[in-house]
């Protein structure tokens, strides 16, 4: 847990800052269990946008599909509400750090170039 009791003012409003640059309309939502989470303009969980996307992706393939959906489901990292309003903030802002080093540097290790780099060892 994220000790939030020493942020300053000026800390909490540099995270909401790049939060609403990326994501603009971004707030902070109370769920049903009276816990916090940062959302998008369309009130959808910013930590947790790949739950939606993987449900929007899946082909059903009939009825009976449930036990794949809910593996895909299972695939998902989720990433918990919190008990205050400034932590799911400034989670939110190194969740998109993270994000962005592993998009960024995916590619130096894609399976092809590893194979190549392998290949090249024992030349």
Not at 14 to 34: E, F, L
Not at 37 to 53: E, F, H, K, M, S
């Amino acid at each position: 847990m994220m000790n939030v009791n020493n942020i300053s003012k000026e800390r909490f409003e540099k995270a909401k800052k790049k939060i609403t640059k990326k994501y603009p309309g971004a707030h902070t939502v109370m769920d049903p269990n009276g816990q916090y989470y940062v959302a998008t303009a369309n009130g959808r969980d910013i930590n947790n946008l790949q739950i939606g996307q993987t449900m929007d992706a899946y082909n059903f393939d009939g009825e009976d599909d449930l036990y794949g959906f809910n593996a895909a489901l299972n695939k998902v990292t989720t990433i918990p509400h919190l008990n205050t309003v400034v932590e799911p903030l400034l989670k939110t802002e190194v969740e998109i750090k993270s994000y962005h080093v592993v998009n960024r540097n995916s590619n130096k290790f894609s399976d092809d170039k590893v194979m190549k780099k392998m290949a090249k060892d024992f030349e």
